[in-house]
């Protein structure tokens, strides 16, 4: 079985940063992508930022210049760097990864989320 461990969310003052970390473990083959979506209670999952493997980086207009998404892909890790934070980047930050498994599965994986607020 397949699980993404996500942490490093908080409570922040606006300007200041935070980092996400976010780990697969199981029966892994490989990971074809990995990243970052978030929810507040007003609006849908949308995508922050993501990368597939040997590809570029992708965000959000709202975020660009001012997050970074990260992978260390020896530890099945992707970090979100997020810098200059204000208080509309607050909601639950979910991790998302398309993994193949060992037996031969591909499917997609959703972390438990981990609440980032910042106040003004």
């Known amino acids: 079985q397949v699980q993404l461990v996500e942490s490093g969310g908080g409570l922040v003052q606006a300007g200041e940063s935070l980092r996400l970390s976010c780990t697969a473990s199981?029966?892994?083959?490989?990971?074809?992508?990995m990243g970052w979506f978030r929810q507040d209670p007003e609006n849908q999952r949308e995508l922050v930022a993501g990368m597939i493997s040997g590809g570029m980086p992708n965000y959000a207009d709202s975020v660009k210049g001012r997050f970074t998404i990260s992978r260390d892909n020896a530890k099945n890790t992707v970090y979100l760097q997020m810098n200059s934070l204000k208080p509309e980047d607050t909601a639950v930050y979910y991790c998302?990864?398309?993994?193949?498994?060992?037996?031969?599965?591909?499917?997609?994986?959703w972390g438990q989320g981990t609440q980032v607020t910042v106040s003004s």
């Open positions: 199981g029966s892994i083959f490989s990971i074809n992508s």
């Open positions: 998302n990864a398309v993994i193949t498994t060992e037996q031969g599965l591909t499917y997609g994986i």
